[in-house]
């Protein structure tokens, strides 16, 4: 309670603003953005809201857009002040909050997807499950899903695969990723983002996880020689609006909102897929590099062997775990969608 006092000040109008005046335009969307320095904010939000939506509308729609950084507020705290109505309309990211709902991460476990396409489909079978998620629970109307570079394996000392984890101390930051480094023999260290360098450094760790283009632009490839993108999950973001900001505006006004962040939400995905590329390319030093900084590391690729592994960790692991977390009905559900799309099966008691 005291953080959302604390933020209300540049709250008070992160919702609907109707003028009053009749030449001025019908709404304005008061919208809370994505970090000020994500690619998916400055390449997909800004443009969008700035220029392509009110165009959509005919300048019937207008958008004052601030990021979460720029407001003070992160994780799950989006999407419970968007339940709330502090917030009406806003992206955030779905494991960020799955303390709130194990559902969450149903379609980006770490190991469940290896490549971005099959990160869509899975994430396209399970949005029903989603969006009545956000509806019914959350009084929120799901509008798109957009996702970041692969989460990576970055390590200090040579790694030639999967296996050569094991033993090694991996830097993690939720239960889904400490399943999974546990499923290959490793043993999970739940560290701050900002304190992951001097881990490193210092040898309290041996890996760390994290997106392979946010790495880079901390230039983790400094303290870091090898890395491993096997992905370990896509960081899958939402964008919604509280239902009662939604209801309040016109059938018409609906129509052209939801029209428009389809768009964005196809610019969202084939940012992913430049983010991805370049991810790669600026830590290994060569090719397109316009998004990171070129550092000189060894990219090691995931081996038919490995690809074998990381389905038997997560069938032994990850998958189980989520199963507990989740339950029988919402097992039931994700086999499906998810599990169809990807070919794996969740069992619950």
């Not at 999407?79 to 494991?95: E, K, N, P, Q, V």
């Not at 029903?128 to 509806?135: F, G, H, I, K, W």
Request: aromatic share 6%.
């Amino acid at each position: 309670m005291m953080k959302l006092a604390k933020v209300m000040g540049g709250l008070l109008a992160v919702g609907l603003a109707v003028p009053a005046a009749a030449d001025e335009p019908a709404v304005t969307l008061k919208v809370v953005g994505q970090p000020i320095q994500n690619i998916l904010h400055t390449k997909g939000e800004v443009p969008f809201f700035g220029e392509i939506l009110p165009e959509l509308s005919g300048n019937t729609v207008k958008v004052d857009l601030v990021s979460a950084d720029q407001l003070g507020v992160s994780g799950p705290e989006v999407i419970r002040m968007l339940s709330s109505g502090a917030i009406s309309f806003a992206s955030g990211g779905l494991t960020q909050a799955v303390r709130d709902e194990p559902k969450f991460e149903g379609c980006d476990l770490p190991g469940l997807t290896g490549s971005l396409d099959e990160a869509r489909a899975a994430c396209a079978a399970y949005r029903p499950v989603l969006d009545a998620t956000l509806r019914d629970k959350f009084g929120i109307k799901l509008l798109a899903l957009g996702a970041n570079p692969p989460q990576a394996i970055w390590c200090s000392d040579p790694v030639s695969g999967l296996a050569d984890l094991k033993g090694r101390k991996i830097r993690v930051y939720n239960q889904a990723l400490t399943d999974f480094v546990a499923g290959a023999g490793a043993t999970a260290v739940n560290i701050p983002y900002g304190d992951t360098v001097p881990a490193l450094q210092n040898g309290v760790i041996d890996c760390a996880i994290t997106g392979t283009l946010t790495g880079n632009t901390s230039k983790w490839f400094e303290v870091t020689s090898h890395l491993y993108p096997m992905s370990l999950g896509w960081a899958i973001q939402y964008w919604g609006a509280n239902l009662e900001a939604w209801n309040a505006l016109t059938p018409e006004q609906q129509a052209v909102v939801e029209e428009g962040y389809g768009k964005l939400e196809e610019t969202l995905w084939a940012l992913a897929a430049e983010a991805t590329a370049e991810g790669i390319n600026c830590n290994r030093g060569d090719g397109t590099c316009d998004l990171g900084v070129k550092g000189a590391m060894t990219i090691v690729e995931p081996s038919a062997a490995d690809l074998k592994q990381r389905a038997q960790i997560m069938e032994s692991s990850v998958l189980p775990a989520f199963a507990s977390r989740c339950g029988s009905d919402c097992a039931a559900e994700w086999n499906d969608t998810v599990g169809k799309a990807v070919g794996f099966t969740l069992k619950a008691d």
